[in-house]
């Protein structure tokens, strides 16, 4: 049996982003993000809180010219959490901002009540955007009072930081 232990990797990913559009809040993503959070008010996907909730992009936004979309498609199939694929059969995904490739996520969490800004989307030890998606994804399932990653450990010392510089 291995014994408890804390394992730190430091990721380096290089990403060949497409030329794509200036990256602007389209009507499209707007209209749904107003139905997941105001209409139907969906919680965080993975902590179920309601708190500063923000849209994720399935699939990244800045790499769809790079991306078939029948194939995007197929995977959304496999990942519908809210039921949108099903729904809507193969109707086509013009769009990165189309419904089926959007999950709802807090933008602050907190641990203990310690915050952790950009909770389960970007939030550092936390966000679906700073680790990997096996950890990310261990965060939805994981028991009640058990910590897998150090996400208050980073915040507190973010906060040290902050107050030391502001000492000085
Ligand atoms: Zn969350």
């Known amino acids: 049996m291995t014994k ?16 794509h559009a200036d990256r602007t809040e389209s009507a499209e993503f707007r209209k749904n993000k107003r139905l997941l959070v105001k209409q139907l008010d969906v919680p965080c ?14 699939f990244e936004w800045s790499l769809f010219p790079a991306l078939d979309t029948d194939k995007m498609l197929d995977t959304l199939h496999a990942f519908d959490p809210y039921g949108y694929t099903h729904k809507m059969g193969d109707q086509p995904i013009e769009t990165p901002d189309d419904i089926r490739n959007l999950l709802v996520l807090c933008g602050h969490h907190e641990v203990g009540g310690v915050p952790v800004p950009g ?6 030890n936390l966000g679906v955007h700073e680790i990997t998606l096996p950890i990310w994804l261990s965060l939805r399932a994981v028991k009640p009072g058990v910590e897998i990653t150090r996400a208050i450990g980073h915040a507190q010392n973010e906060d040290k930081k902050l107050r030391s510089t502001n000492q000085s």
């Open 45 to 58: 996907w993975i902590c179920g809180s309601r708190e500063n909730r923000e849209v994720h992009h399935l």
């Open 119 to 124: 909770g389960h989307h970007r939030g550092v």
């Open 4 to 19: 408890e232990h804390e394992q730190s990797e430091r990721l380096t990913q290089d990403v060949l982003y497409p030329a």
